[in-house]
């Protein structure tokens, strides 16, 4: 027992011992049978007494610390000062709480205002597909999107938004737990969306449409304008190029200063002819012009293929080109189209490969199985040049990118062939990079699906 409800109850108990002694000696005979009487019922009424006064106590007690995520609790006075220290607890805990969850709304109104001022439409979706919260550039979607009914909280999202692009891609995000993208061109009417879906740490996902219509128009304009260039220049280059190479072959009388001209001219109107070939295969490969026929091929005819076609350049250059390891295995891609690559990165190879104390170029072409991270071929044409330094290997892919700009132009390069090979193989479900070393020569490396996999 405490120290106020020792000193209470003592108070009392004396009391009625006082009670008693006096009715001893009023009424002596029976006096001890009275006061025990008496005791008994003393004791009763005040245990009965103090414990509904604890009990308040308590219950108020208990009220104030139910209600502190709600609202703060009230200072209680207890009637026992024994109460006093929990009761003090409980209002500092309160005050304490109701900071911390003041400072949480306030973190999430801003959050919220920030998302509402986002250009792109965020949904957010707990771990069953129903929608959770929504920003106001998904709700101005509704008008005019493919919405069967108002995003509202709380409803499906299978029920709210028909476009299978977005419901595939919140899908993939629930059950693998995987960051999941796709594009969707049905959402809207002539809207392209770009859609990203995240899972949440506590369950559920949220998705992401970026409208990139815009965009898509700007770089179809700008792939047009290539092709249609590139087409008009054809044919005064084909014009240039035979009446010079005519002018060359058939007249003798020309002199020494004449022909060196007509060969520069001859030389230029050849790249630029070159060029405008590679432009308009480029616009083609990123228009999605160029249908792809893709099918089982194995991976070492192809191999076998790409040297062969290239044979007549390796002549004319003198390389040597050698064949690798190689596997029968069958990957699932247009066989037309894997050769442009393996041929575009073999060109590469014998104008760039070339060693500073070598007299000739050397490339190896291979291709062997993989399994990760997905199971495949990989195809891997090797030249022991003088290598690519660190800082250009993420950009060799991109279009106009040259390592070395003098010496691309004297080689005749247009710095497409790169990036030809990478969206070709990128059409193909397949990745490609590049490993090199300064002085150690450079390897491209492409992979592609199995067959089998591809077909199951």
Not at 15 to 31: D, E, R, Y
Not at 183 to 193: A, E, H
Not at 427 to 455: C, D, H, K, W, Y
């Amino acid at each position: 027992m405490t120290r106020g409800l020792f000193f209470s109850f003592f108070i009392r108990v004396t009391i009625a011992l006082a009670v008693v002694s006096l009715v001893k000696v009023w009424f002596h005979p029976l006096g001890w049978i009275l006061g025990s009487v008496l005791v008994v019922a003393w004791a009763v009424l005040n245990a009965y007494l103090l414990t509904r006064s604890m009990r308040r106590t308590i219950e108020q007690l208990q009220k104030e610390v139910a209600s502190v995520p709600e609202k703060r609790a009230e200072v209680v006075q207890p009637t026992f000062s024994d109460f006093d220290g929990l009761a003090g607890a409980i209002a500092r805990t309160s005050s304490h709480v109701e900071h911390i969850l003041a400072k949480a709304a306030e973190s999430r109104t801003e959050l919220e205002a920030m998302i509402d001022s986002m250009q792109d439409a965020v949904v957010a979706v707990d771990s069953a597909g129903r929608i959770q919260w929504t920003n106001q550039r998904m709700q101005k979607l509704m008008p005019g999107a493919s919405f069967s009914s108002s995003v509202r909280v709380g409803h499906a999202l299978v029920q709210t938004i028909r476009d299978p692009d977005v419901l595939q891609c919140v899908q993939v995000a629930l059950e693998q737990r995987s960051i999941s993208e796709r594009r969707s061109t049905s959402l809207l009417p002539g809207k392209i969306f770009e859609v990203s879906a995240s899972p949440m740490p506590g369950g559920g996902a949220v998705a992401v449409l970026h409208d990139i219509t815009r965009i898509e128009q700007v770089e179809r304009t700008q792939r047009d304008f290539v092709a249609n260039v590139s087409h008009e220049l054809r044919t005064p280059l084909t014009s240039i190029s035979g009446y010079v190479e005519t002018l060359l072959d058939h007249e003798a009388s020309l002199s020494p200063q004449a022909r060196e001209f007509l060969s520069t001219i001859l030389k230029n109107a050849t790249r630029m002819n070159r060029l405008t070939e590679d432009l308009l295969m480029m616009a083609r490969v990123e228009s999605s012009e160029q249908k792809l026929h893709p099918g089982p091929v194995p991976a070492d005819i192809l191999v076998h293929d790409a040297v062969q076609a290239m044979s007549g350049l390796v002549q004319d250059t003198q390389a040597e080109l050698e064949i690798g390891e190689t596997t029968s295995t069958e990957v699932y891609a247009d066989a037309d189209a894997v050769l442009q690559v393996l041929s575009n990165l073999i060109e590469n190879g014998i104008k760039y490969g070339q060693a500073r104390n070598q007299a000739h170029c050397r490339i190896i072409v291979s291709a062997h199985d993989v399994s990760e991270p997905a199971r495949g071929v990989e195809f891997r044409v090797r030249d022991f040049g003088q290598g690519i330094a660190s800082e250009h290997l993420s950009r060799i892919f991109e279009r106009f990118y040259r390592v070395d700009k003098a010496r691309s132009r004297e080689s005749g390069g247009t710095g497409l062939g790169l990036a030809i090979a990478r969206h070709m193989v990128e059409s193909q479900g397949g990745t490609i990079r590049a490993e090199s070393e300064l002085n150690s020569g450079s390897t491209f490396i492409f992979m592609l699906p199995v067959a089998a996999q591809t077909e199951g």
